[in-house]
């Protein structure tokens, strides 16, 4: 890429994603991590969405921060897939918005809503860290930044009310909240069995560890098996941990 390119693309705030599962595409990117830009964010979670992935597949995004893995999925897809990002930061869904835009991915669609296990509204406590929002119900983030209402729905009743195509492949990041996404997706994974990406973070190992045991437990419940994925982070602070799910065979 020319020198000037790669300046103005800085200076825009829309630099060219540099390698990666997303390298080549743009990324409205600014105030975030700048592992982004770079192609390196969660390089597992981006190798597991891409190999879980394929041309004409539906990729649900929740908790999709400016939505890099997104981008990732939209590509994989093509135009005849579809992405459903959910995403209830507004500066965060416009982000995403005009990275769709500037990649010409149209089949990405995103939704301004929280996702839990009903509908109505929520109050969000926003964070100065663009993906550390979390609803008032769960916790409060350790950088908060405002307050703000938004829109809650839930997986079964977006299908409904939109009639989006059921998903491939869900990956959820949603801040401590993921009991509540799945407890609202019930008969989308009894129905349509997707693969799932899921995060799971917490101050302490043993807190995560808790978190873990609950989504394991309750997938189980619902006929999925789940196994680790490799550590996106070297977890010497905070703990950071990502499982997938797949259908038990029968």
Known sequence: MRLATKIHDALSGMPTIAEGEAAGLKIFSRGADPDFARGTYELPVQETIASHLSAGDVFYDIGANIGFFSLIAARRVGPDGQVYAYEPVPRNASAIERSRDANGLGWLHVFADAVG???GHAEL??????????????????????????????IDASIAEHGLRPPSLVKVDVEGAEMDVFRGMVATLN????KIICEIDDATKAGADRKAREITDFLASVGYITSPLPLAYANDGWQVSHLLAQPMTM
């Open 191 to 194: 129905t349509h069995r997707p």
């Open 125 to 154: 406590l926003l964070a100065r860290h663009l993906g550390g929002a979390t609803l008032a119900t769960v916790s409060m983030p350790p950088d908060m930044n405002g307050r703000l209402e938004v829109r809650m729905t839930t």
């Open 117 to 119: 296990s009903k509908t």
